[in-house]
């Protein structure tokens, strides 16, 4: 009985153990660095095929599924150039973007490359925010001014604003009918207009700082709002009516985005955190750790396979969507990270694990025991190039047995078994 007792015991250990360190394992599967620059703007197509960011007022088009840049968007010896891009939003075929900067709007086609509209009038000037319309006719802005502004797609033509607000615009979405636009603004109240007379139909009020981001859910029924006050709040579309509080940031939440599949909410906080959540429970799936700095921007591909996050520290960081495909991931992104040795045996100081990266990686290097608890984190999510590298750790406090010593980069992953004798 008292075997039996001590073999179920060690199992419970083992799956509890097992459990910890695959929970533990890292979810990002990719990487950008902005060598001292914030990048402000993240956005994904609507038809999942393009991923951009902003970097040094550029915009760079990259691959959704392969993660490779496609080109640089760019302006040569036009007005504006050199104006600070705010926020981009892609047109709902995908096909073009439309960037808010701190002079105008700029319209750019993704096929040639070429801005093929600039819109510079008084109220397009220190653009914060910037949407794309669903049925491809309009083009919403918010800036310092306190207002919305309503733009023709083909004149670049102002033909409303929407005044209301008492501080600036920091966020607006159009409803996918294109019959409602939401604004969120630093006054901490959201505004839902009626576009078909351009009227305020409803105020939004329950946040207890400034709102900074405002989406629509998949089915257009809910109002989804992040704040500064730490929250997220869920508000039914047609009545305005608050309907969930989430929490769970301890900062600023920045930025939220929603999927098209799986109705998941993604948000990025000052308290240096992505979360995702479930939208059908209201409940929080997963937290997205090893920031160096808040995030500031957060964006999720219409499929729900990856999240791409930035933030203070410089880096976008792409991780695992809640629909991620590790098969599309290993496919494209290949690293096969190598451990060569570990050497001496590890019980003695400073023993030395050498490994190999096929491209420059986040690496995190565990070393779990026989029941697959973490006994030494050897490497935290620290950057590394490509090529040969060298850790050393102290092994001395080690008991004699097996081990396995773990190198993960990106989405994939090598395990070696060693033995430490004493």
């Known amino acids: ?164 607000h008492t501080n600036w615009v920091k966020s607006v979405i159009f409803n996918n009918k294109t019959d409602k636009l939401i604004s969120g603004s630093k006054d901490s109240t959201i505004k839902i207009w009626d576009l078909t007379t351009n009227k305020l139909i409803n105020t939004l009020y329950g946040h207890n700082g400034e709102v900074n981001s405002v989406k629509i859910s998949s089915d257009d029924s809910n109002v989804l709002s992040g704040s500064k006050d730490s929250t997220i709040k869920i508000w039914d579309l047609n009545e305005g009516k608050l309907i969930k509080t989430l929490y769970g940031h301890n900062g600023s939440v920045n930025s939220i985005s929603v999927s098209k599949v799986g109705n998941y909410l993604v948000s990025g906080s000052d308290d240096s955190t992505v979360k995702i959540w479930d939208l059908n429970t209201g409940t929080l799936q997963k937290t997205y750790n090893g920031y160096k700095g808040g995030v500031i921007y957060v964006a999720i591909s219409p499929d729900g396979s990856v999240i791409a996050s930035s933030s203070l520290d410089n880096y976008i960081r792409i991780w695992k969507g809640p629909n991620f495909s590790v098969e599309d991931v290993n496919e494209n992104n290949p690293n096969n990270p190598e451990i060569i040795n570990i050497s001496p045996n590890p019980a003695n100081e400073n023993s030395e694990i050498q490994f190999s990266l096929d491209n420059p990686s986040f690496v995190n290097l565990s070393i779990t025991n026989s029941l697959g608890c973490e006994v030494a984190r050897v490497i935290d999510n620290i950057y590394y190039e490509q090529g040969k590298s060298r850790v050393t750790f102290d092994a001395t406090n080690f008991s004699p047995g097996v081990y396995f010593c773990t190198l993960r980069t990106n989405a994939l992953s090598k395990t070696v078994k060693f033995i430490v004798m004493k």
């Open 1 to 164: 009985m008292k075997c039996s007792f001590t073999i179920i015991l060690l199992a419970v250990v083992f799956s509890f153990c097992f459990k910890s360190n695959l929970e533990a394992q890292d979810d990002l599967i990719n990487f950008y660095f902005g060598q001292g620059y914030n990048f402000k703007s993240l956005a994904f197509s609507s038809d999942n095929r393009f991923f951009a960011f902003e970097k040094q007022n550029i915009i760079s088009l990259y691959d959704t599924k392969t993660l490779k840049l496609i080109k640089n968007l760019y302006e040569l010896g036009m007005p504006g150039v050199g104006q600070e891009i705010r926020d981009i939003a892609f047109s709902p075929d995908g096909n073009k973007i439309i960037s808010g900067e701190n002079c105008c709007l700029k319209l750019w086609d993704i096929k040639s490359g070429d801005i093929t509209n600039i819109i510079i009038k008084s109220g397009s000037t220190d653009n914060l925010t910037v949407a794309y319309s669903p049925d491809g006719n309009k083009i919403a802005s918010g800036n310092y001014s306190n207002n919305v502004y309503l733009w023709d797609i083909y004149s670049d033509s102002l033909f409303a604003t929407l005044s209301g």
